[in-house]
């Protein structure tokens, strides 16, 4: 059975700080790891990883894929209070993505 | 460019009472699913389909059905509410190998009373 966990379930932080997200996983026939954040809402894309150690940047924000470890980190720099959201994980295998229970990331004043 | 069109946005039911939650894609997507999303729990497959007339069981399927009979619809069916059934409806789809992301509709929020 495929398997995501990701770490911390929470966290609480003030603005400027930097965080980091784990993600680990198990997945059969694994094609790629997402990300994705969610307000209440739907979730929206931010990344999408399918080779070890290129890292991807979107702004404050990076992701790296260790597919040896099947490991995954998601960076924000120099946090926002609207980074506040969930944070979602998801091992994309042969018979569709499997999410982690996601990372609850809250950005104090 | 609509996406993926969930309708409605927010139900309440009675215990006992049924419903169809609607999705429709206009992308030409194969592949069309049904996740429920409850506190600490994540996101959680209920029903999926890889094409018209084909639907499989996913982690979670007991108490909804489905069905595919175009490429574009893909509705989830509550026979018999309960209470348990209270969630956050999404419908995801996907044009590319289904292990490269989804786009998603904007959820449905349910509430059986």
């Known amino acids: 059975e495929d398997k995501v966990v990701q770490s911390p379930l929470s966290l609480v932080v003030h603005e400027g700080d930097t965080v980091t997200l784990n993600c680990s996983y198990e997945v059969t026939n694994f094609r790629s790891l997402l990300w994705y954040k969610q307000e209440k809402k739907a979730p929206t894309f931010l990344f999408m990883l399918t080779s070890s150690g290129i890292e991807k940047k979107s702004g404050r924000l990076s992701s790296i894929l260790d597919k040896k470890e099947l490991f995954s980190i998601l960076n924000i720099t120099a946090t926002q209070t609207g980074d506040s959201a969930v944070y979602l994980c998801?091992?994309?295998?042969?018979?569709?993505?499997?999410f982690g229970k996601g990372t609850h990331l809250i950005i104090q004043p | 460019n609509a996406g993926v069109t969930q309708t409605p946005k927010f139900q309440v039911l009675k215990t006992g009472q049924s419903m169809t939650l609607q999705c429709a894609q206009d992308?030409?997507?194969?592949?069309m699913s049904w996740y429920r999303q409850d506190p600490g729990m994540g996101l959680r497959l209920i029903h999926y389909s890889v094409g018209a007339g084909i639907t499989d069981q996913g982690e979670v399927p007991n108490g909804y059905n489905v069905s595919r009979s175009t490429t574009e619809d893909f509705p989830l069916r509550l026979l018999s509410a309960a209470p348990s059934q209270t969630s956050v409806y999404f419908c995801?789809?996907?044009?590319?190998?289904?292990?490269?992301?989804?786009?998603f509709g904007s959820g449905t929020r349910l509430t059986v009373v």
């Open positions: 995801a789809s996907s044009i590319l190998d289904r292990g490269y992301g989804y786009t």
């Open positions: 998801a091992g994309g295998g042969a018979d569709g993505l499997t």
């Open positions: 992308m030409n997507h194969e592949y």
